[in-house]
């Protein structure tokens, strides 16, 4: 009841009814066929590369573990030389740079203070570098082809990851790569909420314990010196 390939019906039916057929053409099919076969088994290991992805970016809220695991994953499904994860910076400053081999070895690049503010850190959605114009940032100068992605969750830009990879990139793999930068991206965004709720929590103790030191003194001088 499935669709077939006329080329595969033909076979069948020939066979079937105990005629010849054409050994060229059985040759083709089966050359079809197989490369369904590899394809398939390719979009299976994409999905359990994505699926081990997002246990890893759930794991760790400590961001130097979560880019390090997240390099590692990621070149199970898309070999890559190197990644680039650039993060912009909280307040005023320069893009925070790590450049991670596919062990997860990171080494700091620096970049130059326009690269802030240089358009594919801003784009909205993965993007080759062929389909860009004019020079790349500063982090990016001399590396082949990359692939830009950018960390927007909840449309909130955090920063990009520019990947090169092994090989010409397939553009089917786009998707794939998108979804992967998308979880590392909510998983950055929940770090950073953690942070800063812990933070805050620290602050409003250290409050919490000045106002009990005062009200347990009487003289303001005792006060002082317990602070």
Known sequence: SLHRPDDLRDIMAARNDGDPFDATLEARVKSAVDEVVRLQARRIS???????????VQSTVDPV??????????????????????????????????????????????????????????????????ELDGAPPSFLEGVEAPLVVPMRPK???????AIEPVQSFDIEQLPLVSQAVSQLALALDSAMLYRQATERAARIQVLGNLARVVASVVDLRDAFDAF
């Open 155 to 161: 449309g909130e830009l955090l920063g990009v990851v």
């Open 46 to 56: 994409e999905l359990s590369g994505l699926a081990r992805i997002g246990e890893m």
């Open 65 to 130: 573990r979560l880019f390090r695991g997240f390099a590692r994953t990621t070149a199970e499904i898309v070999p890559f030389r190197r990644m680039f994860i650039a993060q912009l910076p909280e307040d005023e400053g320069t893009l925070r740079v790590q450049c991670y081999d596919s062990e997860g070895r990171a080494t700091p690049i620096e970049a130059s203070a326009s690269d802030v503010d240089h358009r594919w850190v801003a784009l909205r959605a993965a993007t080759l570098i062929e």
